[in-house]
């Protein structure tokens, strides 16, 4: 029985890893477009300064596109054609990003403060089996954060015979979370 499943497609898979690799692959979040813009700021009048381009924005619920707005260059746009303009040149000017999601990994889940399976792994490592949930704790407290401590804290009170048998015990704890 498969331990994640697609909330968008149903798609089910057994590892972490698996079911991220979906998300960003399948469903990748998408990106603001001058298109975007252009719809969040309907109505307004024009000419006007990135200032009351985002408050436009911000009235109609547009709080991204407020966002980018603000960001433009400080000088009076013409028309939705100019803030198309300006908004490429910034993101033409912007750093590439380097993650991409087939080098990604877990650092992403390190970043975004989740602990990962990996980590779980990193942590365990050296460790003799069979161990007890106090031994885990034992073992990863010198270089545990806070947040992978109490994960490890919630694994339940019992032996682990080996990395695979805490893994999957990481994996309900995990699917408890996501509940």
């Known amino acids: ?28 979040e ?3 477009s001058a298109a975007d813009l252009e719809r969040a700021l309907s109505g307004i009048d024009y000419p006007a300064p990135p200032g009351r381009l985002a408050e436009h924005a ?3 619920g547009e ?5 980018i707005l603000e960001g433009l260059p ?13 908004f490429g040149e910034i ?10 999601p087939s080098v990604r990994g877990g650092e992403a889940a390190l970043d975004t403060g989740a602990v990962s399976a990996a980590r779980l792994a990193q942590l365990c490592d050296g460790m ?27 694994l339940p009170e019992r032996s682990f015979a080996d990395m695979s ?11 408890q979370d996501r509940g």
């Open 91 to 100: 993101r033409a000017h912007q750093e590439k990003p380097t993650h991409q």
């Open 63 to 67: 709080t991204e596109a407020a966002e």
């Open 1 to 28: 029985m498969a331990q994640y499943a697609c909330e968008i497609c149903g798609a089910e898979f057994d590892t972490l890893s698996e079911y991220r690799r979906h998300m960003q692959t399948s469903h990748p």
């Open 30 to 32: 998408r990106a603001p």
């Open 128 to 154: 003799s089996f069979p161990a007890s949930t106090g031994d885990l704790k034992a073992h990863a407290r010198p270089q545990a954060s806070q947040a992978e401590m109490e994960l490890i804290s919630r």
């Open 165 to 175: 048998d805490v893994a999957k015990a990481f994996g309900e704890v995990k699917a």
């Open 58 to 60: 911000r009235r109609r």
């Open 74 to 86: 400080d000088r009076e746009y013409r028309d939705a054609a100019e803030v198309a303009r300006a």
